[in-house]
T-cell receptor, first 115, second 118 residues
């Protein structure tokens, strides 16, 4: 158990809908990262927040957005969903800002299926 | 730009055999970090090891060992006396300055699926 929690575990929704994925980092970690894992693209970095502020953006679509709240939990919002958005979405956390200097601990993931 | 290549898509070994998972990386950074993660069938990603670019010492942890060679840009992972519980997808990752992101982020390889047959 990494200490990172994600809800829900599974999500099935229809095209065009909007969903929110939730992540709570490990106790003491200030950085939260979101990743998408799909069969064709592999594991891709989406976005990072550090202590409530957006720190870095990767391959995140404009239809996707995220935020980190004062209690450090984070939410990833996916809107106007398309079939291609079906994937496993991971949240990870680390103690500090730098995405590389410190190991990231991953949550169990949310499997999103868009039908 | 940075890139991680795991040329072995799938490997099958018989229990108790040794197996090496290859990882080759590309980066222009002089300071970077390399990682290995394990993804068992249950789906979660488990951190295994982190190495920085200045430390080329090999590392051993139980049945796991890692060989970092800067000259060949490789960071290979060996499992000795494999067990069925080692069956998983293993990802090598590189942390460097991600183009466009403006910060150090992880770039993952495509993963190697290891099946250990009893």
């Amino acid at each position: 158990d990494s200490g990172v929690t994600q809800t829900p575990k599974h999500l099935i929704t229809a095209t065009g809908q909007r969903v929110t994925l939730r992540c709570s980092p490990r106790s003491g970690d200030l950085s939260v990262y979101w990743y998408q894992q799909s069969l064709d693209q592999g594991l891709q970095f989406l976005i990072q927040y550090y202590n409530g502020e957006e720190r870095a953006k990767g391959n995140i679509l404009e239809r996707f957005s995220a935020q980190q709240f004062p209690d450090l939990h984070s939410e990833l919002n996916l809107s106007s969903l398309e079939l291609g958005d079906s994937a496993l979405y991971f949240c990870a956390s680390s103690v500090a800002d730098s995405g590389g200097s410190y190991e990231q601990y991953f949550g169990p993931g949310t499997r999103l299926t868009v039908t | 730009a940075q890139k991680v290549t795991q040329a072995q898509t799938e490997i099958s070994v018989v229990e108790k055999e040794d197996v090496t998972l290859d990882c080759v990386y590309e980066t222009r950074d002089t300071t970077y970090y390399l990682f290995w993660y394990k993804q068992p069938p249950s789906g979660e990603l488990v951190f295994l090891i982190r190495r920085n670019s200045f430390d080329e010492q090999n590392e051993i942890s139980g049945r796991y060992s890692w060989n970092f060679q800067k000259s060949t840009s490789s960071f290979n992972f060996t499992i000795t006396a494999s067990q069925v519980v080692d069956s998983a997808v293993y990802f090598c990752a590189l942390s460097g300055l991600l183009s466009g992101a403006g910060s150090y982020q992880l770039t993952f390889g495509k993963g190697t699926k290891l099946s250990v047959i009893p």
